[in-house]
Every structure is written in C-alpha cells, then in structure tokens.
T-cell receptor, first 114, second 115 residues
Framework: AQSVAQPEDQVNVAEGNPLTVKCTYS??????LFWYVQYPNRGLQFLLK??????LVKGSYGFEAEFNKSQTSFHLKKPSALVSDSALYFC????????????FGRGTQLTVWP | KAGVTQTPRYLIKTRGQQVTLSCSPI?????VSWYQQTPGQGLQFLFE???????NKGNFPGRFSGRQFSNSRSEMNVSTLELGDSALYLC??????????????FGEGSRLTVL
C-alpha cells in the first residue's frame, strides 16, 4: 500500500528561527513528491515539488525541501520562519502513472510564535 | 487566469438527503480529481476524471459518484447522506496529459455539514 507519513502533528518554532517539517513516504517506483499548505477554511496551495534532479528543491515563500532517496524522506525547510507561515502543511506523493491521484500525509500544524 | 471554482462553499443537509457539488477547473485543464478532508481521516482520494471518463477511484461506497462534462467541469454527488459524510470536499485540476509531473491546483472546497 502506498503511504505518506508526517511524524509530527505539530511543530512550534520562534520567528526568525529555521523550521523543518518532516515527511517520509512509502510509494513504489520513483514517486513525485509535493508539499502543500492550507490556511483555515481554505483549499490547498502548492508550495513545491520534486520530480527528478537536484535533491534540494526551492519553492514559494522561501520554502525548500530536501529529497533523500535512501531515507525515503522529503523534509520541508525554511531558513527563517515568519509568523505568517503558521498553517497546516501537507506532504503528498504520486506514482507517476496515476495522474491526479495524490497520497497525502496527515498534515503538520506549524505555529510560529513572535 | 481564474483558479479552480467550487460551489457551493457551504451547505447543510440532513441525513438521508442527497447533495451535488460542482467544480470548474482552471481553463485548459482536463483532469479533475476530488478529495474528502475530515479531521479524523485526513485527505482521502475520491475519484479522478479526465475527458469525461473516470480514470481512478478511491475507496468510497457507491453513494459517492461523480461525472465530468465536455467542458471539463465536474460534479460529485453523495446520496443518502450520513453524519460521517460531513467534511470539506476539495476539487483539484491539472492539465492531465503530457504533463505527468504537474501539480494539482485546488479549489477552496465545499464544506458539507450533515445534521
């Protein structure tokens, strides 16, 4: 079975500090990996994706993610957190052959305190 | 370019009723997929349509159905509503072909409450 795990339900970090939101996956083949963010009562907004190539991918709003094939991980990072980054973050994976179907993690609530 | 539009945004139904939710994808996108989001189960895949054909289906009972029209707009229907169907229903669109690396673009969702 395909699955994505986000081991932390909550991450709290002080503004200005670096943040990491963890994600591991168990998806066959060479999956495509994504991060999305969700603000209260809103849909999901795309942040970044990894398809192939450089293991460090850069995305929107200063976020980046590091792909590690041996550890089957795709952790989201930001060098300096902002209060406005507080939101619910979802990691997702897709098998290349199944267009449109994403396997989501349970989400990590990020709180950045001033 | 307009984003993915879902209607209605909020609705309240009672058990046993049925509901239809609508989704208009981004112009030029031919794939539409639907997800159910609940606090307990998280985001679960319902189904995906491409060129009016259901291409993938998740693990939901037959009460959940969908369709896609020739203009790529999609609807999903839930019949004989149960309390557990209360959720945020998210629609997402993508180009769907020749763009297999493409991300999904999500709408704001339709929040269904079943009383």
């Amino acid at each position: 079975a395909q699955s994505v795990a986000q081991p932390e339900d909550q991450v709290n970090v002080a503004e200005g500090n670096p943040l990491t939101v963890k994600c591991t996956y168990s998806v066959s083949g060479n999956p495509y990996l994504f991060w999305y963010v969700q603000y209260p009562n809103r849909g999901l907004q795309f942040l970044l994706k990894y398809i192939t190539g450089d293991n460090l991918v850069k995305g929107s709003y200063g976020f980046e993610a590091e792909f590690n094939k041996s550890q089957t991980s795709f952790h989201l990072k930001k060098p300096s957190a902002l209060v406005s980054d507080s939101a619910l973050y979802f990691c997702a994976a897709r098998r290349g052959s199944t267009l449109g179907r994403l396997y989501f993690g349970r989400g990590t609530q990020l709180t950045v305190w001033p | 370019k307009a984003g993915v539009t879902q209607t209605p945004r909020y609705l309240i139904k009672t058990r046993g009723q049925q509901v239809t939710l609508s989704c208009s994808p981004i112009s030029g996108h031919r794939s539409v997929s639907w997800y159910q989001q609940t606090p307990g189960q998280g985001l679960q895949f319902l189904f995906e349509y491409f060129s009016e054909t259901q291409r993938n289906k998740g693990n939901f009972p037959g009460r959940f159905s969908g369709r896609q029209f020739s203009n790529s707009r999609s609807e999903m229907n839930v019949s004989t509503l149960e309390l557990g169907d209360s959720a945020l229903y998210l629609c997402a669109s993508s180009v769907g072909t020749g763009d297999s690396t493409g991300e999904l673009f999500f709408g704001e969702g339709s929040r269904l409450t079943v009383l």
